[in-house]
Nanobody, 121 residues
Framework: QVRLVDSGGRLAQAGGSLRLSCTASGKIFRVNYMGWYREAPGKQRELVATISPGSSTTYGDSVKGRFIISADLPKNTVYLQMDSLKPDDTAVYYC???????????????WGQGTQVTVSS
């Protein structure tokens, strides 16, 4: 009913920048929030950043001051600007969203397919 497509991951050098994007499509009445999580090998999936209508944002401690989340919510798209990349940022980055599908307030919560970010030292 709702699909998230995330993209933009690639190999980057330490100190460099990347921009990820994620677009939701399908049965969308309203977006409650969209955001990013990441999962590195051998580690649990962790919060990177989220954004909700009104531009309320949250960030994981490890990315504060380096990553910025933004969104074009009328287009159901969220972006993650990643600056000052570190090798520890290497992970699969997953788009995440909670979406209200209709006026009955039925809600969908799900994940994108993931995009690989690799930062070389």
């Amino acid at each position: 009913q709702v699909r998230l497509v995330d993209s933009g991951g690639r190999l980057a050098q330490a100190g460099g920048s990347l921009r990820l994007s994620c677009t939701a499509s399908g049965k969308i009445f309203r977006v409650n929030y969209m955001g990013w999580y990441r999962e590195a090998p051998g580690k649990q999936r962790e919060l990177v950043a989220t954004i909700s209508p009104g531009s309320s944002t949250t960030y994981g401690d490890s990315v504060k001051g380096r990553f910025i989340i933004s969104a074009d919510l009328p287009k159901n798209t969220v972006y993650l600007q990643m600056d000052s990349l570190k090798p520890d940022d290497t992970a699969v980055y997953y788009c995440n969203a909670e979406i209200v599908m209709g006026p009955d307030y039925s809600t969908w919560h799900g994940w994108g397919q993931g995009t690989q970010v690799t930062v070389s030292s």
